[in-house]
T-cell receptor, first 115, second 117 residues
Framework: DTAVSQTPKYLVTQMGNDKSIKCEQNLGHDTMYWYKQDSKKFLKIMFSYNNKELIINETVPNRFSPKSPDKAHLNLHINSLELGDSAVYFC??????????????FGSGTRLTVV | AQSVTQLGSHVSVSEGALVLLRCNYSSSVPPYLFWYVQYPNQGLQLLLKYTSAATLVKGINGFEAEFKKSETSFHLTKPSAHMSDAAEYFCAVRLALSFGGYNKLIFGAGTRLAVHP
């Protein structure tokens, strides 16, 4: 029973297209995240939602728009895709409160290739 | 600002040898520290975490890490490497945001561990 699931696993698309990546968690966590892993394996946070509310919005082009219909889902929509958007995108979730000291649970990633 | 630095982007060991992956942190408050492992074409899996309890933390797959405040380090070790340990390893620190009790994980650049026969 997958805890954090992302779809699709692979996505190949042309420059200028619009695409979406979906994420769902069944852990009952309150907070979800999107991370981007570049070709050098560096991981950087992009967005975070807590109970459908945006709480972290790092310096990300506004072509990227997250949407959280409920606390178990966090989707990422990307407009006008560029070559530099090629990366692996990870969704994660956590139970986020003062007493929480657990790490994040990550999905298996979506490898986006823009050609 | 809180951050982590992983020394050595590539580490190569023989099967059965000691594994030592280095992580140093920078934090003005007691940190929460984590080690994650990423196997090829997979997501990140939590190996272990330090949350201000015991300074020696044991994780999965025989890994452990010791929190040393005086050295601002949280190095990952395993006494005897196995071929299946070949992966990318990430050290991370939890950065508390200034509002709402929220936080985000800041990752180091990663260390690729190769294990040869």
């Amino acid at each position: 029973d997958t805890a954090v699931s992302q779809t699709p696993k692979y996505l190949v698309t042309q420059m200028g297209n619009d695409k979406s990546i979906k994420c769902e968690q069944n852990l009952g966590h309150d907070t979800m995240y999107w991370y981007k892993q570049d070709s050098k394996k560096f991981l950087k946070i992009m967005f975070s939602y807590n109970n459908k509310e945006l709480i972290i919005n790092e310096t990300v082009p506004n072509r990227f728009s997250p949407k959280s219909p409920d606390k178990a889902h966090l989707n990422l929509h990307i407009n006008s895709l560029e070559l530099g958007d090629s990366a692996v995108y990870f969704c994660a979730s956590s139970q986020d409160n003062e007493r929480s000291n657990y790490g994040y649970t990550f999905g298996s990633g979506t490898r986006l290739t823009v050609v | 600002a809180q951050s982590v630095t992983q020394l050595g982007s590539h580490v190569s060991v023989s099967e059965g040898a000691l594994v030592l992956l280095r992580c140093n942190y920078s934090s003005s408050v007691p940190p929460y520290l984590f080690w994650y492992v990423q196997y090829p074409n997979q997501g990140l899996q939590l190996l272990l975490k330090y949350t201000s309890a015991a300074t020696l933390v044991k994780g999965i797959n025989g890994f452990e890490a010791e929190f040393k405040k005086s050295e601002t380090s949280f190095h990952l070790t395993k006494p005897s490497a196995h071929m299946s340990d070949a992966a990318e390893y990430f050290c991370a620190v939890r950065l508390a945001l200034s509002f709402g009790g929220y936080n985000k994980l800041i990752f180091g650049a990663g260390t690729r561990l190769a294990v040869h026969p």
